[in-house]
């Protein structure tokens, strides 16, 4: 089958790898209909995670192998793959399994391919309203759910989110849906208008943000951010950090004991209310999307995908 | 009156201090009998905040001047001081109002001195059953009480506590008493023993302890200690940050994004608890005093405090 692989010096499409088989009745395989190209896919392929393999994990696909029930039914799918057996697993923390593997990221291929295997417990039913180019969402979506339920204490307060990037509009939706106040921050005016017009949220240039806000959301995956978000802050206030810093970076965290804020990190979400966000609070996600490329352009795609400012791409491998 | 002042430069005891007088119904004049020195009257002296004038912000008096309901009662006092008109505090962050001043810390003079003057609103009655010793500190023990405040839903949890100074034996030992299972992480053997036999807390070795805790305390004030408490946590578990680190640090903030770990900055807190604790929880404070000096001997028990490892050192002006 046709796959984007890195083989941690360069990624490409082959036309050869081996199509996954359902090996067990608690695994599918799922055919591909649409898979995004995410931040820490273009990570990997700067040697982060030390990932060798088919690359992905963001998909929304068919079932054409595994259970009987789950056969024919269209899925998103859970990139985590626990072992269900350890102390975190049974403390309810899947997620977090010690030795997980992770679709496209962790010692397990991903959905850049036709056809990606996961394990069933997984999967997701994607109800007949949502469109591919929606469903697609649903893993990014899932992690701005968690800092959304990470800060139900924070509901309802003047919220600001730091990066207009795919992850911050994201956020910055499920945040407004549940009743915060939120405002983006923009580099310029012009980003601000961009905001507004893609996904309906205010905007407002960094120098123009009011502080003393209840909650920041810092989506710039920048040590800048961080300090900023410190400093937009309200005492006993919170700060969601949602993109690792990649390097060491000289921080000053005494404003953070002064004014007993409090900083969540934030990653992986679940799928259910994820869902239930794209189906009943309407949030914006194909305004995001800047192309839907064919999966034997992947490695084009990527570079494309790299560009700053570029929003989603997306691959078809049925293209 | 005598007094322990700082005029940016040296620290000295004088003679000729103006005593304060209760200036309108808000306010208050204590005679104080016992106060303590913190690490913050430390850092004073050695340049933070810019303070300048009477040092001091731990004490037990006795109200000498203000309203009737007041006078001869033995009290302790809340260290900020509220404008009570501003947004904060009109959301009930008192202790966060910008424009505070802090006793003996901001633009206030403290305790080190025969007499303070104080917001009445600021003052908690001392029970009869407390002594003195042991009521000094409820300032300290209000700080410690905060951090169990905030991470109230990791209560019953096994917590470590990094750092065996005076705040984190507090900080343990309220832990402890909300059902924590706490282990204090020391640098030795030896003070080990030393943690187990002042308050009865459970005490390892750095190296003995065992990873994957619910909540790490960091009350090291080291940039080492907050990697070693991302390293200790469970994924989704705690840190509380108890002291600032005063210098910038190179930090690398992944784990907590990875782990999805909430980090708490932890200052002040309310001392209506923390007179409970001392009450009913049977708290221990007094194996943590290493000397009881005169007033008069003021600078020399600050060099004193300073040193490594040295307890509470407390001052008394009548003596």
Same mark, same amino acid.
């Given at each position: +089958?046709?796959?984007?692989?890195?083989? /941690?010096?360069?990624?490409?499409?082959?036309?050869?790898?081996?199509?996954?088989?359902?090996?067990?009745?608690?695994?599918?395989?799922?055919?591909?209909?649409?898979?995004?190209?995410?931040?820490?896919?273009?990570?990997?392929?700067?040697?982060? +995670?030390?990932?060798?393999?088919?690359?992905?994990?963001?998909?929304?696909?068919?079932?054409?192998?595994?259970?009987?029930?789950?056969?024919?039914?269209?899925?998103? /799918? %859970?990139?985590?793959? &626990?072992?269900?057996?350890?102390?975190?697993?049974?403390?309810?923390?899947?997620?977090?399994?010690?030795?997980?593997?992770? +679709?496209?990221?962790?010692?397990?291929?991903?959905?850049? $391919? %036709?056809?990606?295997?996961?394990?069933?417990?997984?999967?997701?039913?994607?109800?007949?309203?949502?469109?591919?180019?929606?469903?697609?969402?649903?893993?990014?979506?899932?992690?701005?759910? !968690?800092?959304?339920?990470?800060?139900?204490?924070?509901?309802?307060?003047?919220? =600001?989110?730091?990066?207009?990037?795919?992850?911050?509009?994201?956020?910055?939706?499920?945040?407004?849906?549940?009743?915060?106040?939120?405002?983006? &921050?923009?580099?310029?005016?012009?980003?601000?208008?961009?905001?507004?017009?893609?996904?309906?949220?205010?905007?407002?240039?960094?120098?123009?943000?009011?502080?003393?806000?209840?909650?920041?959301? %810092?989506?710039?995956?920048?040590? %800048?951010?961080?300090?900023?978000? +410190?400093?937009?802050?309200?005492?006993?206030?919170? =700060?969601?950090?949602?993109?690792?810093?990649? !390097?060491?970076?000289?921080?000053?965290?005494?404003?953070?004991?002064?004014? !007993?804020?409090?900083?969540?990190?934030?990653?992986?979400?679940?799928?259910?209310? &994820?869902?239930?966000?794209?189906? !009943?609070?309407?949030?914006?996600?194909?305004?995001?999307?800047? $192309?839907?490329?064919?999966? *034997?352009?992947? $490695?084009?795609?990527?570079? *494309?995908?790299?560009?700053?400012?570029?929003?989603?791409?997306?691959?078809?491998?049925?293209?």
């Amino acid at each position: +089958m046709l796959a984007l692989t890195w083989d /941690g010096t360069r990624s490409r499409v082959v036309a050869d790898a081996p199509v996954p088989e359902a090996c067990d009745p608690t695994s599918a395989v799922v055919r591909v209909r649409l898979a995004g190209i995410c931040s820490t896919d273009l990570q990997i392929i700067a040697g982060y +995670m030390g990932f060798r393999g088919v690359l992905g994990h963001e998909f929304v696909g068919e079932v054409t192998a595994g259970p009987e029930a789950w056969v024919g039914r269209r899925v998103v /799918g %859970e990139i985590n793959f &626990a072992c269900g057996r350890c102390p975190t697993c049974l403390a309810g923390r899947r997620r977090h399994c010690p030795s997980r593997s992770v +679709m496209g990221i962790l010692a397990a291929d991903g959905a850049f $391919a %036709e056809y990606v295997r996961l394990p069933i417990e997984n999967l997701h039913h994607v109800p007949d309203g949502l469109r591919d180019e929606e469903a697609v969402f649903v893993e990014p979506l899932a992690a701005a759910v !968690e800092a959304s339920l990470q800060t139900a204490a924070f509901a309802g307060g003047r919220t =600001i989110v730091l990066g207009a990037g795919k992850l911050g509009l994201l956020v910055g939706q499920v945040m407004a849906a549940r009743g915060d106040d939120v405002t983006v &921050a923009c580099r310029d005016r012009a980003a601000c208008v961009q905001v507004e017009a893609r996904v309906g949220l205010c905007a407002a240039a960094v120098e123009d943000v009011r502080r003393g806000c209840d909650l920041v959301i %810092e989506a710039t995956g920048t040590a %800048e951010g961080l300090s900023l978000a +410190m400093d937009l802050v309200r005492p006993l206030g919170g =700060i969601v950090l949602k993109s690792t810093i990649a !390097e060491r970076h000289a921080l000053d965290l005494a404003p953070l004991v002064i004014n !007993e804020v409090t900083l969540i990190g934030s990653r992986c979400g679940p799928f259910g209310p &994820a869902l239930a966000s794209l189906v !009943e609070h309407g949030v914006r996600v194909t305004p995001l999307i800047d $192309a839907v490329l064919p999966l *034997r352009d992947g $490695a084009e795609a990527l570079r *494309r995908a790299a560009v700053r400012g570029t929003k989603k791409i997306l691959l078809q491998p049925g293209a």
